[in-house]
Structures are given as C-alpha cells and as structure tokens.
C-alpha cells in the first residue's frame, strides 16, 4: 500500500483575478476551494492516476473535517489525527503573478506523534512512506530520524519531499526518491543553483549518500533526473499555465504510479514530468488522460557536461 503523509494539510483556497494590488481592496469572483498539502495532492493526483492510497497525517477542526469529506468523496482512504487546532488555510492568488501565503500548522502533542509512529510500525515490506511538505519544528529530537530508519530497516520505500533542514538530515536515511526544486536543492548545500551541470553535481552528491532516484524540479524549465547510473534531463511540454500549486506533488506522484506498473526509471521521470504538467496547465490536480496526452510530449535527453543556464 501506498502512505501519504501530510503533518501540515491545508485547504487552498485559489482565488483568479486580473491583476492583484497588495494593499488594496481586490474583489475577486473565481474562487475555488482545494484539499492541500503535499502528501494529500500526491493521493489525489494517485487516486486520478488509477493507483490507490492511504492519506495519513493530522487534521482539525472544520478545515479538517473538509479535507476529510472532499478526500472520501474523491475515493481516497483517509486515517487522520485528529488535533486540537484548525487545520490551515493557504492562500493561492493567481493574478499576473502567482502569490502564496502559507500558515502556520496547528501544535502536535507527542500522542499524536505517537500515534503515527505506531501506523507506521505496522507497514509491509515494500509498502510507501511518502512524507511530503512542511515538517513541524516543535517535535522531540529524533522523531522524523526514527520514522526514516523504521522505512530503512523494514524495506518501505520512503519518499522525502520537503524543504529545510530535516530533508538534509533525513536525506542521510537513503529515501527511495527525493524531490527538491532548485531553491530545495541549493538551500541542503548552502549553494546557488543557477545551471544544469550544478543541479546535476548537488544531485550526486545526494546519490552519494544512497539515495536511489533524485528529481529536481525545475518549473517551466524541467527537470533533471539523477541515479547511480543515471543523469537525464527531461523538457517540458508547451501549454498555458493556469495554475502551478500542486505541480512538484503531481510530479512526485507520476513518477510513484509508473513505478508500481513496472516503468523503468526514465519512464517513470517521464510520467513524472508530464504529471506536473498536466497539472500546471489547469486549476486543480492533473487528470490521467491529461497525462497521457502530455507524455509523448516530454522529451527527455542524457545530461551533457557542457553548461546550460537555469
Ligand atoms: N510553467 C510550467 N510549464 C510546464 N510545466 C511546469 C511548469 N511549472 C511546473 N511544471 C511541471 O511541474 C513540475 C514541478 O514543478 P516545480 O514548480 O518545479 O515544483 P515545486 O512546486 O515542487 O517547486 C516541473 O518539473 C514541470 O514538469
Ligand atoms: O507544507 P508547505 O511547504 O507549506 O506546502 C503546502 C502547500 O504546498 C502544496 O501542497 C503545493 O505543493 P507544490 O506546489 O510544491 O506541489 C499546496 O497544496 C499547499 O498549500
């Protein structure tokens, strides 16, 4: 079985308008209210996919309970926490630019987290652990390095998508799959990412440390595919961007579903690439013949040492 992990769900709340004026008043009439948070888009965009979940994680509240209701409408098995704060509520406004404004999550107290180790301790061998965005800061030492060695030592691929300085220290726990953008990537090395062949050598160096697949995303301009054997760098296909939010979970979860119905690494990528898009180019979550459409599209090409620009 595939696991989500969402410690931080949100609802999304989109807004489309024209043009945005920060310190102004904006009305706006197109707004749409998605179940968010990377771990509940990658079991979304999976359930779209044909490939069932289970979406763990922490909820509450009304916002909770709305994420909740929205996940069991669509078909997807939830096995929430429930906690004592709201649930956030993240803003997406999608004007000429795109501007987000991400909450704060509500405090986990530690039967909570107890709780999530326990499912967790009751995994099969081959099962998926995928922990994807935010991390709470508040947590004892060693929480999130036990949940990593309990996917290690009992064969659970383990699948990191997150920013800060967690995703370095569990990176060190060999995750089957991670996948930084750029920013992501340069913050774990203290590096600016600014090219291809850089985005390349900080993702070997995470191959280094056993990781067995390393994606950066790269928005428009990609991504690039990095494993022991491995180094590729995939295009994107042309579209009109409506509605990028979700994109990097979309691709995460392509790459997931090819690999389950037995795709080879750089087909998996490529699911995985047209997945994102897919899901770039339209307000919610990609659907499966969207994706289909798109894969053809994206061409994928070995890394050449010589430099191209990000
Ligand atoms: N403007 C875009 N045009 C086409 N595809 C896009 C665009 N933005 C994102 N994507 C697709 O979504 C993937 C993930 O996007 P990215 O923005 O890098 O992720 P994240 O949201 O995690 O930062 C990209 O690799 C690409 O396949
Ligand atoms: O946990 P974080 O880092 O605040 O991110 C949460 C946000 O990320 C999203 O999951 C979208 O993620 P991506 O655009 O990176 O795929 C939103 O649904 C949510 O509002």
């Known amino acids: 079985m595939i696991y989500t992990c969402t410690f931080s769900p949100s609802i999304d709340y989109t807004t489309y308008l024209p043009v945005f004026s920060p310190g102004g008043l904006n009305r706006t009439e197109d707004v749409r209210y998605y179940p968010g948070g990377k771990g509940i888009n990658v079991s979304r965009v999976l359930k779209r996919l044909g490939t069932d979940t289970v979406a763990l994680g922490f909820t509450g509240g009304f916002t909770g309970q709305y994420i909740e209701q929205f996940l069991k409408q669509e078909g997807i098995r ?177 790459f997931i579903a090819a690999w389950e119905a037995g795709a080879e690494p750089l087909e998996a990528f490529r699911n995985g690439v047209a997945s994102g898009s897919a899901t770039a180019f339209q307000s919610d979550l990609c659907r499966k013949q969207d994706v289909e459409a798109l894969r053809e599209q994206v061409t994928i090409k070995p890394f050449q040492e010589q430099d191209v620009n990000l």
Request: charged letters at 20%; glycine letters at 10%; aromatic letters at 6%.
């Open 78 to 254: 939830t096995d929430f926490i429930p906690v004592d704060g709201i649930t956030r509520i993240n803003v997406k406004i999608k004007a000429e630019a795109e501007t987000e404004l991400n909450g704060p999550a509500p405090e986990l107290n530690a039967a909570q987290l107890k709780a999530l180790a326990d499912k967790l301790a009751h995994f099969s061998r081959g099962d998926w652990f995928v922990l994807a965005g935010s991390l709470p800061k508040q947590v004892p030492d060693g929480y999130f390095q036990q949940l990593a060695g309990m996917c290690r030592e009992r064969g659970i691929h383990f699948v990191l998508d997150t920013s800060g300085p967690l995703l370095r220290e569990l990176a060190a726990y060999q995750p089957f799959l991670i996948k930084p953008n750029a920013e992501e990537l340069g913050e774990l090395f203290g590096a600016d990412i600014t090219s291809q062949a850089a985005a390349v050598r900080y993702a070997r160096r995470l191959v280094e440390l056993g990781i067995r697949h390393v994606v950066v995303s790269l928005g428009g301009k990609g991504a690039i595919y990095v494993s022991k054997d491995i180094a590729a760098v995939a295009e994107v296909p042309k579209g009109k961007v409506i509605n990028t939010v979700g994109a990097g979970d979309s691709l995460v979860s392509g």
